[in-house]
Structure formats: structure tokens, C-alpha cells
């Protein structure tokens, strides 16, 4: 399988009634690569990660993981292929311990381990993500800084080829969010391949290798952070928030 | 196997078996097994609906069509047949097993509530198509040929035969239950329980575990029902389907407490001496639902764990013991 990329996104389009979520999507993913999903609220990068994971089937369109074909896979037996993702809403299993939620991952992920490796599998990825301490607490407990990070550690357990991370970073602090990019970088040095969506500008600029950018459920720019910053699309899209506007005011 | 050295598995069937003993202790033999018969039953029963309701998260409100069918198709091969008593109640529980595994397929995909509704109806749609089908008696159902009874030493024989392997039957169902909450498997129903759609992306299959996990909780009732009519000696579509009783079970489980091993034990337990009580007491006797819906409007308002999940919450020391 040498040569093709890990992940290849071929003409998606996913519609909602009258909403055109997606629409044409057409991108690759080429194996340890650190891939950044941009675009304003409502562009479809969730909509993606769900065509992607199997929980939606798009209606046209191909997915392609490891040279084969899973469009319209249940999410189960995506994640069996290999793929593991966080959620931007936390979706913790709250009466279960922290523990019990990272071998989960573990038992049921790409890799499928017994209980027993399982528990062994968690114990390594909880200090990894900074939750050794909370390991026999509920879920419910955690607050959402730390849910994100049990999200991320649950993923993980699966030991994925490919991780899809959406918003790991979005309602932390500063500090947090640096904790976070360093998680990230080490994942990747593990061979992981990653695919992130994320709102956090200077951090997602700093971590990703290559950048896409949706817009209205098309994909208008892909590039190294550099180029897609100054594709001038990419800032027109950008101007109808005006956050985003300020924001860019701001850095001139 | 590590996990059968947890402390809390032995109390359950401590108490399980402290339960399937007391008749022979007992002053009045056959007294004390009818009344420690009806407690096991209920044991076994809520222990069974356990895995579903307490596990997986699904509330089935139509649990005693198992039972019913199960009792059923067993005493319908021991009258018609004049097959074995153990045997029969293979068959119950298959039939029961083969029964969840089609419903299963075809309602697990209803999430919540529709599931709760779905279930209602299919018990009634069972006693239904029982009151029509002739081979099993109509609505008149069938009564045992009392020199089947010969077969087992006679018919007080044959009733402490129906009551021992109900009260090991009754063991082996705690045990299953203990097995399933600690294994992989269970860590999949509960992953379901608490979010399905995160389970599935988490790898968990869903609609095959919940099908299995409700073939699970079938088998058991299945062949309870068999041991309970054989005991009765007759079964007609009135007995076997109380759609009640259903409602009795989860309010056994949510008592003792939703997702524990102990909790249906205990709460079967408790339940059913209160209703012996209630039904011989003049003031309850014609009321005594009444007083199982409180309970289980109570239970749902201020301890919605159940008595043993309060207990794990409040002293987290005990959860060794408390599983």
C-alpha cells in the first residue's frame, strides 16, 4: 500500500433537506501527516469527520482508508479499520470511571484487546494525557478541560492509524491549550496520522504540516499553513465573521 | 480466572443460596418452599432483566412474554410429548433465546422509549396468538396428566425437584450476571447505556450486543417459566403472560439497584416478602400494585441508583463488596 495516501476524500457531497452540507470534497491524506480542517462555523468540517467515521453515509462521493472503500461503514467497523476520533461535543460515559472509559477504547477500537490489555493499554495512555490522578473517579466528575483530554485518551487507547480530532482545543486556557499542541506533536511522533478541525488559529498554524480549508461545504484552499493564511478566498471567507475580521485587523 | 475472586460475587450467591436453603431449615417444609420459590423467581427473573434494564440501558416492560413462552413451549413437550423435565426446560429457554434473538433484530434498532412501547406490545400479541393456537390449548391452556408426576418419584417429589433446580438455576443466573457485568462484553452494554452513538464510534458493535445481551436475558425467564408450570402442574394464557409482573420486575431491579449484581438479588427479595405481606394484610390486600408504583416513583425520584448504588455512591469502600 505504498504510495497511497492512509485517507482519501473523493467528491463527497452530503446533503440535509435543503442544506448542501458538502459538496464536492476532494482531498488526500498521505500517512503520518498532520492535516488541519479550517473553515467558518457551519462550513461542514463536522459533517466531514461524521461521513468520514461513519455516522452519516454521504450521498455521493467515496472514502477511502487504507485503499479501501468504506463509504457508508457503521462507525464500528470504521473504527475496527483503524480510525479513532474525539468528539467537539465531550460524549464521556459518565458512569463509568475514567478508567473503564480509556479501556473501552482500548477493547473495542482498532486493536479489540482483552480486558487485562486493555487495563494495561489505559494505565499508559492516562499519564500521557495528565489523567493518572482522576484513573478510578466517574467520568461525570471530570470538568471539560479534563473530559477533552479523556476523549482524547479513549481515542488513543485504540492505538489508531488515523485520529480525527474536532475542537480538542476550544474552552481551554492558554496554558491548556499548550499542554494540548505538545499532546498532539507527541501523537504524531508515534506514528499516528491526524486530521484536526480546529477554531485555536495560531495553534492549529503551528501544528499542522498541511492545511484545507471548507467554506459552504466546498473545499476553497489547501496548502501549507503559509499559503492558505494568505489565499486571498480563504480571507474573504473568513471576513463574513466578524470576529474573524478583528481578528485579522489585529495582526496588522 | 482472577474475576472469581472478588468478594463480591460470594455474597451474592451467599445470599442467593441462604435464600434456596431456607426451606430445609424450615419448620413447615412446603410452606417455606412455596413462599422461598416465588422469591426466586424472582431473583432469577430480575437478575435476568438486570443485564437489559440495569446494563445496557433498555427498558423492556414486556419481560414475562419469556417467561410465558418459555413455560409454554416446555410444558407443552412434557404434556403432548412426554418429554423430560430437563429437557423442557432446555426447550423454554431456547425458545425464549429464539424469541429475543428475532425480536431483538427487529426492535433493538427503536432507541428509549419506543423500545419500552415495542415490548409491551409484543407481549401482548404473544398471550394473543397463545389464547388462538390450539396446540397449546387455547384459552383454556393444558393441565398435567398427574401420573407425569410418577416419572419424578411422585408428585412431592417431583415438587422439591422443581423447586432445587430452580434455586440452582437461580444461583447460575447471579453467577452469569457477574460474569457478563466483568467481562469485555459488558463493558460494551454499559458503554451503550451510557451513549450509544459514542460507543459505536468507539468500535462497540451495538446492535449485535444488544441482541445479545437480550437473548441473555431471556434464557433464564424462558426456563423459570418451565419449572414454575411443571410445579403448577396447568398453564393457560391468563398466568403466563402478566404483563404486571413485568412492571413488578423493574421495580425489583430499580429497588436493589440498576446495574449491580446484588441489587436485583436483594431487590427481588425484599419485594416479594412485601407483597406476601401486603396480600395477606386486610387493608392492601386488593392494592398492593398500588403500593409497588409508589415504591418505584419513590425509588425513581430520590434513589434512582437503587439501594445498592446508593450505598456504592455514599461508601465508596464498599464498592469491593457491593458489585
Redesign the interface.
Known amino acids: 500500500m505504498n504510495g497511497q495516501p492512509l485517507l482519501r476524500i473523493e467528491k463527497v457531497s452530503k446533503r440535509f433537506g435543503g442544506l448542501q452540507a458538502l459538496l464536492n470534497v476532494d482531498f488526500d491524506l498521505p500517512q503520518g501527516q498532520i492535516l488541519g480542517l479550517i473553515g467558518p462555523n457551519g462550513a461542514g468540517k463536522t459533517t466531514l469527520f461524521n461521513c468520514i467515521s461513519g455516522v452519516y453515509a454521504p450521498e455521493e462521493g467515496q472514502v477511502v482508508f487504507q485503499g479501501q472503500d468504506i463509504t457508508g461503514w457503521k462507525p464500528y467497523h470504521v473504527a475496527h479499520q483503524g480510525l479513532a476520533r474525539t468528539h467537539q461535543i465531550v460524549q464521556p460515559l459518565e458512569e463509568l470511571t475514567v478508567l473503564e472509559n480509556v479501556m473501552a477504547g482500548s477493547c473495542f477500537g482498532h486493536e479489540r484487546r482483552s480486558l487485562t490489555e486493555a487495563k494495561t493499554i489505559a494505565d499508559e495512555v492516562l499519564p500521557f494525557v495528565g489523567l493518572a490522578e482522576r484513573r478510578d473517579e466517574l467520568a461525570l466528575s471530570l470538568n471539560v478541560a479534563q473530559k477533552k483530554r479523556l476523549e482524547l485518551a479513549r481515542a488513543l487507547a485504540a492505538r489508531p492509524l488515523l485520529l480525527l480530532l474536532d475542537e480538542v482545543l476550544a474552552g481551554l486556557n492558554p496554558t491548556e491549550i499548550d499542554e494540548m499542541v505538545e499532546v498532539v506533536r507527541q501523537i504524531r511522533e508515534q506514528g499516528v496520522t491526524i486530521l484536526i478541525i480546529e477554531h485555536v488559529m495560531h495553534a492549529l498554524m503551528n501544528v499542522s504540516d498541511r492545511v484545507v480549508v471548507l467554506d459552504y461545504g466546498e473545499l476553497i484552499a489547501e496548502g501549507t499553513p503559509d499559503q492558505v493564511a494568505n489565499d486571498p478566498k480563504v480571507i474573504e471567507a473568513y471576513l463574513g465573521d466578524p470576529k474573524m475580521a478583528e481578528r485579522l485587523m489585529g495582526e496588522e | 480466572m482472577k474475576q472469581l475472586r472478588n468478594p463480591g460475587l460470594w455474597l451474592a450467591l451467599a445470599i442467593t443460596a441462604a435464600f434456596g436453603l431456607w426451606p430445609a431449615l424450615a419448620g413447615n417444609k412446603a410452606y417455606a418452599r412455596e413462599t422461598t420459590f416465588t422469591i426466586l423467581r424472582a431473583v432469577a427473573f430480575a437478575s435476568s432483566l438486570n443485564i437489559l434494564l440495569g446494563y445496557t440501558g433498555y427498558v423492556s416492560f414486556g419481560h414475562i412474554v419469556f417467561y410465558g413462552l418459555g413455560g409454554y413451549v416446555g410444558f407443552y413437550l412434557m404434556d403432548v410429548h412426554g418429554v423430560h423435565l430437563a429437557l423442557a426446560v432446555l426447550a423454554g429457554g431456547l425458545s425464549a433465546a429464539l424469541l429475543a434473538f428475532l425480536l431483538g433484530t427487529a426492535i433493538l434498532r427503536l432507541r428509549g422509549a419506543y423500545f419500552a412501547l415495542a415490548t409491551i406490545g409484543v407481549n401482548e400479541a404473544m398471550r394473543a396468538f397463545i389464547k388462538n393456537f390450539d396446540p397449546f390449548g387455547g384459552p383454556i391452556g393444558m393441565t398435567l396428566n398427574f401420573q407425569v408426576y410418577n416419572d419424578y418419584g411422585g408428585a412431592n417429589q417431583a415438587l422439591w425437584t422443581a423447586y432445587i433446580t430452580t434455586a440452582l438455576l437461580t444461583l447460575v443466573v447471579v453467577l452469569v450476571s457477574y460474569l457478563v457485568k466483568t ?2 462484553f459488558g ?2 452494554l ?2 451503550i ?3 450509544e ?10 446492535p449485535s450486543a444488544k441482541t445479545w445481551a437480550y437473548v441473555l436475558s431471556a434464557v433464564f425467564p424462558g426456563m423459570i417459566g418451565v419449572l414454575f408450570f411443571f410445579k403448577n402442574g396447568n398453564v393457560e394464557p391468563g398466568d403466563a403472560f402478566v404483563l404486571h409482573q413485568s412492571i413488578e420486575s423493574i421495580v425489583m431491579v430499580m429497588l436493589g439497584g440498576q ?1 449491580t449484581v446484588l441489587g436485583p438479588v436483594l431487590g427481588a427479595a425484599v419485594y416479594q416478602r412485601l407483597r406476601g405481606i401486603l396480600l395477606v394484610s386486610t387493608l392492601f390486600k386488593n392494592i398492593q400494585l398500588v403500593v409497588a408504583g409508589v415504591l418505584l416513583l419513590v425509588i425513581v425520584l430520590f434513589v434512582p441508583a437503587g439501594v445498592v448504588g446508593w450505598l456504592r455512591a455514599r461508601f465508596p469502600r464498599l464498592r469491593r463488596v457491593l458489585v
Open positions: 467481562s469485555r463493558l460494551g454499559m458503554a447505556r451510557e451513549n452513538d459514542a460507543a459505536e464510534v468507539m468500535g462497540v458493535n451495538a446495574g
